[in-house]
């Protein structure tokens, strides 16, 4: 499924707007995410300069999505404490998040579970939140993730 579907899904109740946070350290696989999304060529993608936010207009409803490099073990601990600082974040408080443990893929991935322990996803409470393996690069497991999303805007406005 394509971004534009998800946004038409989302947007089926047209005066409710749905914003998506896409968040991640540098090299996360931020942007291979949204050019798969929109179904565009992930052949050349390049660094992003600043921040890689993905705004969608559609009621009030927020959602971070946290994209992890499972494979960059060296920096777990730095993209936990970037998580936590999310999560503390005022503004963004009670917002669920969709962390995509991404490059599953590679040989080297640590599987989502060792990703969630390792980051003490279990300690959330204040909020919905779902880890979903994923890889950007081939697309595998990021419908499963982006049906959460619809599932949580949709349980949110009931
Ligand atoms: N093997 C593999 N490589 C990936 C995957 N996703 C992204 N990559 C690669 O990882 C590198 C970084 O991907 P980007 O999409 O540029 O990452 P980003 O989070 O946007 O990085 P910044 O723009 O620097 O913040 C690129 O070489 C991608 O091809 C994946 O699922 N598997
Ligand atoms: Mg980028």
């Not at 992003?48 to 073990?73: C, E, P």
């Not at 777990?76 to 599953?104: C, R, Y």
């Not at 599987?111 to 690069?137: F, M």
Request: with cysteine; glycine share 8%.
């Amino acid at each position: 499924m394509g971004l534009l579907s998800i946004l038409r899904k989302l947007k089926s109740t047209p005066d409710q707007e749905v914003r998506i946070l896409l968040l991640g350290l540098d090299n996360g696989g931020k942007t291979t995410l949204l050019k798969q999304l929109a179904s565009e060529d992930i052949s050349h993608i390049t660094p992003t300069q600043g921040f890689n936010i993905k705004s969608v207009q559609s009621q009030g409803f927020k959602l971070n999505i946290y994209v992890i490099d499972s494979a960059d073990r060296k920096r777990f601990e730095e993209t936990g404490q970037e998580l936590a600082e999310l999560l503390d974040e005022e503004k963004l408080s009670g917002v669920p998040v969709l962390i995509f443990a991404n490059k599953q893929d590679l040989l080297t991935a640590a599987p989502a579970s060792e990703i969630a322990e390792g980051l003490n996803l279990h300690t959330i409470r204040d909020r919905v939140w779902q880890i979903q393996p994923c890889s950007a690069l081939t697309g595998e497991g990021i419908q499963d993730g982006m049906n959460w999303v619809c599932k949580s805007v949709n349980a949110k406005r009931k």
